[in-house]
């Protein structure tokens, strides 16, 4: 079983720093005892212009066998001798991102104590598997890997090179090339490994999530094979699955909430010269999601409302900012995670608010794309960045759920103005801005979406801009205020009697 990594060197900075990094030195051939076999950690090239470390892992498998690590939960042999006769000694898997883990222990931590300054830096790496096994193929391959930066070279293997005809393997040569930290290189080996096997060699315990979610982060949740990544590394566990998808729900909650996409919010524009540079390095800009509660509330305010739905709530932000004002009588928050809303009881701190404002707050479990009779009879509610994360044929569900049965007085709806995307410098082109919207509109898309459920459900609708508003491209979130025309509302109850 066997990994290289390689770097190349510059003016500012040798090749051989990759040493520091590893903490292993180039000068040296080591020897590490794993729990899976012994590792050793030795250099073919060290030079100022490149340096490549390697990793070899030696495996016993009849040794694996006798220590009760053969197979992974579940797994069936094919035949009597498979535990013994197998691709284990030879093919990148867990047991090799395991080795990595115990001899790289401090570069996967991003720790580089004798050079700080390198841990934080990208580094051009090229990293070379000569066999790894891949359920899925090269195409996969390419899937998982490419969308974290990386260049990738893979090609199958050949079943028998005497016998072509007989196809390929399952295992596919990898060559990565990409500009990267060195952590989050070796982070992202640790957890692909075994998801392109398909296959943990240990039992999956529940604290497998948290070293799924310790060595994702920063790119599981906003990548687009998140769940097959989460599953396969969890051994198709589901109720460890379920687990680590909540926790990553509420980490992109927490971000799109309480200050979404604080990098985006306050990036410079991309045409920004260097006066606005210069200008928007001094004051710290507004946070956009403070913003959109404050257009949120004026709205509300201008309607009279006094009981309002949050619909779709997530951590609370907004509840705790309708909380601070006393013109809001009954405040009610709406999310379908059971664990966000544990969170907003804690933020919150429910269980030490005085009586007098907790009898005017509750928090209710529900899905809104279904209809709910608790959530009728209310003055005003609010979907706050709510309708992107709704696949499209689930839309009318909430359409009617909110506008047809719970039939508020007034209805806020705030949502991305795609058209901006242009302004985020740090959002790549063609990109949503999180992984887990369905869609972003454009203005006249959300105007003519509005139109049509104001027109099917006898409402009116106004439309205003949240944040500053480009005269290109308008402002970065746009919101639509539905108000219930009265009259459409004396029929609809009639036909109801």
């Known amino acids: 079983m066997f990994l290289t990594i390689s770097t190349k060197g510059n003016d500012q900075r040798p090749a051989t720093d990759l040493g520091f990094l590893l903490h292993k030195h180039p000068g040296k051939a080591q020897s590490f005892s794993t729990s899976h076999g012994l590792a050793h950690v030795f250099y073919p090239e060290a030079s100022d212009e490149r340096c490549t470390a390697a990793l070899l892992l030696e495996v016993d498998p009849i040794a694996l066998v006798r220590r009760g690590r053969g197979k992974g939960r579940g797994g069936s042999p094919d035949f009597a001798l498979a535990q013994y006769v197998n691709d284990r000694p030879y093919a990148a898997s867990s047991l090799l991102a395991v080795a990595m883990s115990a001899v790289f222990k401090s570069a996967m931590n991003g720790v580089c104590n004798a050079r700080p300054e390198l841990a934080v830096q990208p580094l051009p790496l090229t990293v070379e598997l000569p066999a790894v096994p891949a359920k899925g193929g090269v195409e996969l391959v390419h899937r998982l890997f490419e969308p974290l930066g990386w260049q990738v070279e893979a090609e199958a293997i050949p079943l028998d090179l005497n016998f072509p005809e007989w196809g390929d393997s399952r295992y596919v040569e990898l060559r990565l090339t990409g500009t990267l930290r060195l952590s989050d290189a070796l982070s992202q080996l640790y957890v692909l490994l075994p998801v392109l096997d398909d296959t943990k060699h240990y039992w999956v315990a529940p604290d497998e999530v948290d070293k799924l979610l310790n060595r994702g982060e920063g790119w599981l949740a906003a990548h687009p094979e998140q769940q ?190 795609v058209e901006y995307n242009v302004r985020w410098e740090s959002l790549p082109a063609g990109h949503v801005r999180h992984a887990d919207h369905r869609f972003e509109w454009d203005r006249a898309e959300f105007r003519a979406w509005a139109g049509q459920v104001a027109e099917t459900y006898g409402y009116t609708v106004e439309f205003g801009p949240v944040g500053d508003e480009d005269p290109e491209v308008g402002p970065p979130t746009q919101l639509a205020a539905f108000t219930l025309d009265t009259e459409s509302n004396d029929t609809t109850e009639k036909k109801g009697e």
Request: hydrophobic share 45%.
């Open 228 to 417: 097959l990544i989460t599953r396969r590394y969890l051994a198709r566990r589901w109720s460890l699955a379920r687990a680590a998808t909540e926790r990553l729900e509420l980490a992109r909650l927490a971000e799109a909430d309480g200050s979404e996409l604080e990098e985006i919010d306050n990036a410079v524009p991309a045409d920004s010269g260097p006066e606005e540079e210069a200008e928007a390095e001094a004051p710290k800009p507004t946070p956009l999601a403070v913003h959109r509660r404050a257009a949120i509330i004026e709205r509300l305010h201008a309607a009279g409302a006094k009981r309002v739905l949050d619909l779709g709530c997530g951590e609370a932000a907004l509840v705790a900012e309708l909380l601070k004002d006393r013109a809001f009588t009954e405040i009610v928050g709406v999310e379908v995670s059971a664990r966000a809303l544990m969170i907003a009881a804690r933020r919150l701190r429910l269980d030490r608010m005085p009586e007098r404002q907790a009898q005017r707050l509750k928090l209710l479990h529900g899905a809104l794309t279904y209809t709910d009779a608790r959530l009728t009879g209310y003055d005003a509610a609010v979907l706050s960045e709510v309708i992107e994360h709704v696949d499209p044929p689930r839309l009318p569900a909430l359409e009617y759920a909110v506008f047809g049965a719970a039939r508020p007085g007034v209805v806020v709806v705030t949502t991305p103005n």
